[in-house]
Nanobody, 124 residues
Framework: QVQLVESGGGLVQAGDSLRLSCAAS????????MGWFRQVPGKEREFVAA????????YYADSVKGRFTISRDNAKNTVYLQMNSLKPEDTAVYYC?????????????????WGQGTRVTVSS
């Protein structure tokens, strides 16, 4: 199994940008599809973005499309989430997730490994 550690969260104002990072250790990073999810209290964890093993395919939730960009650096065992034009409704705890295999998933049930989360707060 792969171990995941997120970083980069914080408190920003609406319209600002943040870049989240997720460092992986353990098994070979390039064998994992990677995803970002987010969760607010009282709601289910929701899909944000996912990226294929070789950075050739990406998927986004409609709510972040055009504002967020997922990328990965397999040499550094790291996946990133660049978040631009942040809105108060982006406030959540953001989780990095890993899925062993080829299929890119948007459901949280498809991912086997999870980080501890990093909090993002966007003030209006």
């Amino acid at each position: 199994q792969v171990q995941l550690v997120e970083s980069g969260g914080g408190l920003v104002q609406a319209g600002d940008s943040l870049r989240l990072s997720c460092a992986a250790s353990g098994r070979t990073f390039s064998t994992y599809v990677m995803g970002w999810f987010r969760q607010v209290p009282g709601k289910e964890r929701e899909f944000v973005a996912a990226i294929s093993r070789t950075d050739t395919s990406t998927y986004y939730a409609d709510s972040v499309k055009g504002r967020f960009t997922i990328s990965r650096d397999n040499a550094k065992n790291t996946v990133y989430l660049q978040m631009n034009s942040l809105k108060p409704e982006d406030t959540a705890v953001y989780y990095c997730a890993a899925r062993l295999g080829l299929v890119i998933g948007t459901s949280r049930n498809m991912y086997e490994s999870w980080g501890q989360g990093t909090r993002v707060t966007v003030s209006s």
